[in-house]
């Protein structure tokens, strides 16, 4: 009885370990709390776009990644690249701006 207690404990332990661990932050990958913080900055930035009128932001992807913001998509101007890229260096949170939009 006292090594199946013994045994139940070590699994459990171990469990415990591993669920702990698989949410822990890496370089190349976020933890739970970082995808949450990231998908807040992520939706700040789409409505300060959506609000500019002269923007066309329907056609402006906007992912992030731990408060790198990342701009992709079409843009009638390169006029309106960096009034999209100067709308979102002032959302909070974000700490780059990735501009990879492109000119139609």
């Given at each position: 009885?006292?090594?199946?207690?013994?045994?139940?404990?070590?699994?459990?332990?171990?469990?415990?370990?591993?669920?702990l661990a698989a949410?822990?932050?890496?370089?190349?990958?976020?933890?739970?709390g970082g995808y949450?913080?990231?998908?807040?900055?992520?939706?700040?930035?789409?409505?300060?776009?959506?609000?500019?009128?002269?923007l066309k932001s329907?056609?402006?992807?906007?992912?992030?990644?731990?408060?790198?913001?990342?701009?992709?998509?079409?843009?009638?101007?390169?006029?309106?690249?960096?009034?999209?890229?100067?709308?979102?260096?002032?959302?909070?949170?974000?700490?780059?701006?990735?501009?990879?939009?492109?000119?139609?």
């Amino acid at each position: 009885m006292k090594l199946f207690k013994l045994v139940s404990g070590v699994i459990t332990a171990a469990v415990v370990a591993l669920t702990l661990a698989a949410c822990a932050p890496t370089p190349t990958q976020e933890g739970t709390g970082g995808y949450i913080d990231d998908t807040v900055v992520t939706t700040k930035v789409k409505t300060k776009l959506l609000g500019d009128e002269a923007l066309k932001s329907r056609e402006i992807n906007v992912e992030t990644f731990k408060g790198k913001v990342q701009l992709s998509g079409f843009v009638s101007s390169p006029q309106m690249a960096s009034r999209a890229v100067e709308l979102t260096r002032t959302v909070p949170g974000v700490k780059s701006v990735i501009n990879n939009m492109q000119v139609k």
